[in-house]
Every structure is written in structure tokens, then in C-alpha cells.
């Protein structure tokens, strides 16, 4: 399924893990620490709108996968992604 979703997409993908080249995997815990310290973070919620309006998390922003590519020059490299 996520080779499908990044060759839908375009991203490379790490053929070990089945993520986009580059990607980690960040636990919960982590993601909550990472705010704590203050950390430039942004959750995105890459679901369509109809699925985000029923349930995000909060403080989450909702940018479609199938949008993903055109937005990600919107951040600086120095903010950490996190994708739900």
C-alpha cells in the first residue's frame, strides 16, 4: 500500500521500509516531546477533507497526499514533518 501511495505521488520509496525515501518513523511520544522542547514541527493529515473533518488530531493541518508535492515548499527544511 505505501509503494502505491508514493508511486501515486512520485516519491521515492525505500523498497526496506516501504516509506519515502528519507522517511522515519516518529512515535507518538516523540512527536509530544518534540513540541514540549518547542521543536518546528507541523502534523500534516494527509487524508481527504471529508475523512479529516470526522477525526484529526488535534492542532493538525490537512494537506492530501495527492496535493503533498505542491505544499512542501511551503515549510523551511528545518521543520520536522510529521504525516498522519
Known amino acids: 500500500m505505501a509503494a502505491a501511495a508514493a508511486a501515486q505521488t512520485k516519491f521515492p520509496v525505500d523498497a526496506k521500509t516501504g516509506r519515502a525515501v528519507g522517511a522515519k518513523e516518529m512515535a507518538p511520544a516523540t512527536v509530544v516531546q518534540q513540541e514540549k522542547l518547542g521543536?518546528?514541527?507541523?502534523?500534516?493529515d494527509v487524508r481527504d477533507a471529508?475523512?479529516?473533518?470526522?477525526?484529526?488530531?488535534?492542532?493538525?493541518?490537512?494537506?492530501p497526499l495527492d496535493q503533498l508535492p505542491a505544499h512542501l515548499k511551503d515549510f523551511s527544511?528545518?521543520?520536522t514533518l510529521v504525516f498522519t
Open 39 to 44: 521543536k518546528k514541527l507541523v502534523i500534516i
Open 77 to 79: 527544511k528545518d521543520t
Open 50 to 63: 471529508a475523512e479529516y473533518k470526522k477525526d484529526t488530531i488535534q492542532g493538525a493541518i490537512n494537506i
